[in-house]
């Protein structure tokens, strides 16, 4: 199905967005796209406003520099996707596949990446200042010298992960596990010291 006029796409190949006939060049708004492929798709500089993707394939695709806002990218995969320097302000990824991504220079506000998977992505440096990343799947994640303050991190798996210098002041990190992390300077506050005393076996005293 592709029907411009109410603006949903389901099951679709699109390796650029002329059959889309979008009027404002590289400008998405309010559309839906379901089950879509866009791999290999050249489509550095999209702007994406409250648009929904849902279950689509951006296998290889090249979306560097694209700047998404309120857009909710659902239960995606992105192998071998190029986004560097692309952007994310209060978007939704739950569900969606990071893993394999290049993600330099990504910079994302606010928002839910709740059950994401990134494993062994390099986040170092990055931004992520109370985004919710309950559930997710950062092993092995390169997160030093990240700002995850105010960020959710319940039940998220941070085995292997590289915190080193990284900001967890404020962060939830309830159930969260860190076998292995590395954890050299990193910031954090007295609840997170605590919070990570209990999840590496300790019995803290409350009362001590």
Do not use: Y
Request: charged share 25%; with cysteine; proline share 2%.
């Amino acid at each position: 199905m592709l029907d411009p006029a109410t603006r949903q796409v389901a099951d679709h190949d699109l390796l650029d967005l002329d059959v889309l006939e979008v009027a404002d060049g590289d400008l998405l708004a309010d559309w839906t796209f379901e089950r879509c492929r866009f791999a290999g798709a050249d489509l550095p500089g999209l702007v994406t406003h409250r648009v929904t993707f849902s279950a689509c394939e951006f296998t290889n695709t090249d979306l560097a520099g694209s700047r998404h806002d309120g857009s909710a990218f659902t239960n995606c995969r992105f192998p071998g996707a190029n986004l560097a320097t692309a952007s994310f302000s209060g978007c939704k990824l739950t569900g969606t596949d990071l893993s394999g991504a290049r993600l330099l220079a990504l910079e994302v506000d606010g928002g839910d990446w709740s059950w994401t998977n990134l494993r062994q992505c390099d986040l170092s440096g990055r931004s992520l200042g109370g985004v919710r990343l309950a559930h997710a799947d950062l092993d092995a994640a390169d997160l030093s010298d990240a700002d995850l303050s105010g960020a959710d991190l319940s039940d998220a798996n941070l085995r292997h992960a590289d915190l080193s210098g990284a900001d967890l002041r404020g962060a939830r990190i309830d159930r969260a596990v860190f076998d292995d992390a590395v954890l050299t300077g990193t910031r954090i506050d007295l609840g997170i010291a605590v919070a990570l005393a209990r999840a590496r076996g300790a019995e803290v005293d409350p009362t001590a």
